[in-house]
């Protein structure tokens, strides 16, 4: 199932509570701004604050970026298989 597929993650910031379950989840893809919002990460570390960005889910992360999205309260982390855009978890997905 979802283990199978390539998946993306991306953050709605305008749905963001700063709550940071996210980064504690996983911090090597999720890190606060200066806004107090937090977003996605690139393989280098480098932080995206261009609304909609969205990496690759790392292969060794997924329970963790699943469990992300699925705990957020802001309901903001959108999971998406990368070929079709399917949502496998967050707002849209059937978890």
């Known amino acids: 199932m979802a283990e199978e ?10 749905a963001c509570t700063g709550d940071g379950l996210c980064v504690q989840y996983a911090p090597s893809v999720f ?9 996605v990460k690139d393989t280098q570390g480098e932080l995206l604050t261009t609304a909609g960005s969205q990496v690759e ?15 957020c309260p802001g309901e903001c982390i ?4 990368r070929r079709d855009k399917t949502p496998v978890a967050g707002p849209g997905a059937d978890d």
């Open 5 to 14: 597929r390539e998946l993306e993650v991306s953050i709605d910031q305008d």
């Open 31 to 39: 890190e606060f701004d200066i806004d107090g919002l937090a977003y």
């Open 57 to 71: 889910v790392p292969e060794h992360l997924r329970l963790e970026i699943m469990n992300a999205a699925h705990d």
């Open 78 to 81: 959108y999971v998406r298989d």
